[in-house]
């Protein structure tokens, strides 16, 4: 059964770094790309980025381009979203998925709250 | 602003049709790039609804479909149920492969 199981809910303070992760299981991890997808409090979904964990290419929306980076460690099966500096408008959900053609599997989400 | 556009909201009673609309422009949906519909449930991770704009991944039942056409795709609920009642997303690609979500659709079952 696939799986992507993400690390837990993070409250943090404007400035801070943070790094969040998401675990596949049940695939050769390695062979899918996996992507990051934001949902802020009640707004719609939207497309971050995506890394190929084989040879980490990465493609990001422009609109996060320079303000979060995606990496992936395939020998623990594991991608990661990070920020250098966290601005309250990084409050929000986000999530991983597993993508083909379409996003078909998704991890639970992990809450980002960014607060002074 | 989303890069796809969809309706925010649509309504129907139990056991009507609906149809959601995503339209695009010549650099996302009408360059031929696939749409895909997720249905995001309150509190839920999104679901994969329709892949390669007009299949249904196993599980769905087959009152959702998919249609695209020029720069524009539809979402089409027949015989509403009230498990309907959800936010639902399209998708495509833009140039260079970025991913594109239309801005939602919230679905009330009346």
């Known amino acids: 059964e696939v799986q992507l199981v993400q690390s837990g809910a993070e409250v943090k303070k404007p400035g801070e770094s943070l790094k969040i992760s998401c675990k596949g299981s049940g695939y050769t991890f390695s062979n899918y790309w996996i992507g990051w997808v934001r949902q802020m409090p009640g707004k719609g979904l939207e497309w971050m980025g995506v890394?190929?964990?084989?040879?980490?290419?990465?493609r990001y929306s422009p609109s996060f381009q320079g303000q979060v980076t995606i990496s992936a460690d395939k020998s623990i099966s594991t991608a990661y979203l990070q920020w250098s500096s966290l601005k309250a408008s990084d409050t929000g959900i986000y999530y991983c998925a597993r993508r083909t053609a379409a996003f078909e599997y998704w991890g639970q989400g992990t809450l980002v709250t960014v607060s002074s | 602003q989303s890069v796809l556009t969809q309706p925010p909201s649509v309504s129907g009673a139990p056991g009507q049709r609906v149809t959601i609309s995503c339209t695009g422009g010549s650099s996302n949906i009408g360059a031929g790039y696939d749409v895909h519909w997720y249905q995001v449930l309150p509190g839920t991770a999104p679901k994969l609804l329709i892949s390669g704009n007009n299949n249904r991944p196993s599980g769905v039942p087959d009152r959702f479909s998919g249609s695209k056409s020029g720069t524009s795709a539809s979402l089409a609920i027949s015989g509403l149920q009230a498990e309907d009642e959800a936010d639902y997303y399209c998708q495509s690609y833009d140039k260079n492969l970025r991913g594109v979500f239309g801005g939602g659709t919230k679905v009330t079952v009346l």
């Open positions: 890394i190929y964990p084989r040879d980490s290419d990465t």
